[in-house]
């Protein structure tokens, strides 16, 4: 990457190295797999895609969801519901108004729920997922348990998936394109801006970002992303029920984002990759995902709280203990993960 | 006037679990700056101990359970205060609060590995079990016990916090953790035996309600006592007691109001009065404004 770089910068810019890499790994996983571990992969896909979208809030902009999974079960039902009572649209609409949908409410959301600090945005994110789950049982057009099914049927502009060739096919170029989408507003000044945000919302509002209004972007375009993954997922496993708005899904992602590290572009791709197929791997062994997921990210939390990426700085503090040299001075300020907590900043300010 | 009363209990006895539950998360708050999303699993965990120790109908042995309840989950609280959040308290709060999830996700794994996904039901003591009139409204016996157990907990908490050497420092602490430490409080271990009360008290709400509702994995994020919960902190403005006090039961009474006049909207009174909070006074009602400093409105 850094290579690239260096010789094109342009083609870095327009995210060609990302697409590049898209297209490699979209010929080669069908050269490799087959049957049920290329459906394992195409699920990875799809979270490759959830897991980006939440690092546009969590990584980049700062902000903590606990209820990610209410914008991919937005996406799922969207979906779902088209399917049922418009079943002639094409997928790709389909994705596209549920996207819409997401990011509507997302906003809509985000402009309550910004005027706290980061405790009170924790709870509410945590609430918002809650209240849909809930809503599924209480209104009956959302079949409650039981939940939509052929979702199969979906004609993606004129003609359904009949493979599980087709279903990665079509799954791996709307990721890519997303991702490449992101990457685009990555590079951008709204996602320098959200990184400025994420770093010292004091500092940006003083630079004349307007804080408020880029948080609210992210957080709505991070759930129309989160929602285009949830109806992938849920066009690949055929059906939509509440268990697509479980919290488990929202601590699942935020596992990736972690396991992968934000600091990079490509952090969370990378952790949900590893996510999905150590769980598939070890499904077996785990039946219930609450465990499996808990204990992961307290693991994570604990040992590494900045990921893969921060891996080789602890090798290298452990290794300094051990030689008997003096620890670097680490207050709470510089061991602190930029957030936009409201208490910090305020009392530095004043 | 009849039906008033039959309400206002019926509210105020909605209110009470929640309010024990968010007094022991927004303590927490106060003194560690940690959003204890654990709590969760804290007061199913309550509920599936009463579930398991309670034996016979006789109210001495429902009290009983309640104590072990409460004592038990306070062990677990103990010891994931040493274990996940000590650890974490340097690293800054975005990263305690993915602990408290984590720690939530995974105690309730493990509660449905011990106790598994069956709903459980545990029966009335037999000396509450029933109804009587106050001014021709019924009432329930469990009810009344409630409210008054409600009562019992606001006063015990509110003389610890106010009348005890403990009560002194914990609000030390909360009030400005670095000038306590200064002079000579011992913060780690207030935070601890905060930690520990906040775990009892939602251990003993997950036992209070063990016979009025089933219990299920679904207790632990549960639309009738967990979200009204994480509302009634931000409603009553995070890190006070009394405001939790105050929107739990106003809650309750508000969410038992419009059950009986427009059934339609019960169950989401809780959310709209949480947004027309969030719009009017997002500090909630007994916050500080220092602490709502949302950036560049």
């Known amino acids: ?350 | 006037m009849n039906d008033l009363i039959a309400v206002l209990v019926a509210g105020v006895a909605q209110g009470v679990p929640v309010f024990v539950v968010a007094s022991g998360l927004t303590l927490i708050y106060g003194v560690l700056h940690v959003l204890n999303f654990a709590h969760g699993s804290f007061f199913l965990i309550g509920a599936l101990i009463v579930t398991t120790t309670l034996q016979g109908p006789s109210l001495g042995a429902f009290l009983g359970s309640i104590l072990l309840a409460g004592v038990g989950v306070m062990a677990i609280g103990v010891l994931s205060e040493v274990l996940v959040f000590r650890p974490l308290y340097k690293a800054g709060s975005t990263v305690s609060f993915l602990g408290a999830f984590a720690l939530f996700l995974a105690l309730l794994g493990l509660a449905t590995l011990v106790w598994g996904t069956n709903p459980r039901t545990v029966a009335y003591p037999s000396a509450l079990d029933g109804s009587f009139s106050i001014g021709g409204a019924r009432v329930g016996q469990y009810d009344l016990a409630l409210v008054a157990v409600g009562v019992v907990i606001a006063a015990g908490l509110w003389l610890l916090l106010t009348k005890t050497s403990l009560g002194t420092r914990v609000r030390a602490v909360s009030h400005d953790r670095t000038m306590a430490l200064a002079l000579g409080i011992r913060a780690g271990q207030v935070s601890t035996i905060v930690f520990g009360i906040g775990a009892f008290l939602a251990g003993v709400a997950g036992a209070l309600i063990a016979p009025v509702s089933s219990i299920d994995e679904g207790l632990a994020l549960s639309s009738d006592y967990m979200l009204p919960a994480f509302i009634a902190i931000i409603v009553g403005g995070l890190g006070s007691v009394p405001g939790a006090l105050i929107a739990a039961i106003a809650l309750g009474i508000l969410e038992s109001l419009s059950f009986r006049i427009a059934p339609s909207l019960s169950g989401f009174s809780y959310y709209l009065v949480v947004a027309a909070f969030l719009m009017f006074r997002p500090q909630g009602l007994l916050g500080s404004a220092a602490r709502s400093t949302a950036m560049a409105r």
């Open chain 1, 1 to 350: 990457m850094n290579l690239i770089a260096r010789y094109s910068p342009t083609a870095t810019k327009l995210g060609l190295p990302l697409v590049a890499g898209f297209a490699v790994v979209a010929v080669l996983v069908p050269v490799f797999y087959g049957g049920s571990p290329l459906f394992t992969w195409t699920t990875a896909a799809a979270w490759v895609l959830f897991a980006m979208a939440t690092s546009v809030m969590f990584g980049w902009t700062g902000l903590l969801s606990f209820g990610q999974a209410a914008f991919f079960g937005v996406g799922a039902y969207a979906m779902a519901l088209l399917n049922t009572h418009v079943p002639d649209m094409p997928g790709l609409v389909m994705l596209a108004v549920g996207a819409g949908a997401a990011g509507l409410l997302a906003a809509l959301f985000a402009l309550f729920a910004l005027r706290t600090s980061g405790a009170e945005f924790a709870i509410l994110t945590l609430v918002l997922a809650q209240v849909l789950w809930l809503l599924t049982y209480r209104v009956p057009g959302l079949k409650g348990e039981d939940g939509f099914h052929g979702l199969f049927a979906i004609k993606i502009w004129n003609e359904p998936l009949t493979s599980d060739l087709e279903l990665w096919y079509y799954t791996i170029a709307v990721v890519g394109v997303c991702c490449w989408l992101l990457w685009l507003l990555y590079r951008s000044t709204a996602g320098m801006a959200m990184r400025a945000v994420r770093d010292d919302p004091w500092r940006a509002a003083a630079l004349g970002i307007n804080v408020r209004r880029v948080q609210v972007g992210a957080f709505g375009v991070s759930a129309a992303f989160s929602a285009v993954a949830g109806a992938l997922v849920a066009q690949g496993q055929g059906v939509v029920g509440p268990s697509t708005l479980a919290f488990s899904i929202s601590g699942e992602v935020l596992v990736a984002c972690l396991i992968g590290g934000m600091s990079r572009f490509a952090g969370p791709m990378l952790g949900a990759v590893v996510l999905i197929w150590v769980q598939t791997l070890l499904s077996n062994v785990f039946h219930d995902s609450n465990v499996f997921v808990g204990l992961l990210l307290l693991v994570i939390v604990i040992a590494l709280p900045k990921g893969l990426v921060s891996l080789p700085d602890k090798v290298r503090g452990v290794r300094r203990r051990w030689s008997g040299s003096p620890p670097p001075p680490s207050g709470p300020a510089s061991a602190e993960r930029p957030s936009s907590d409201g208490p910090i900043p305020a009392e530095s300010v004043r």
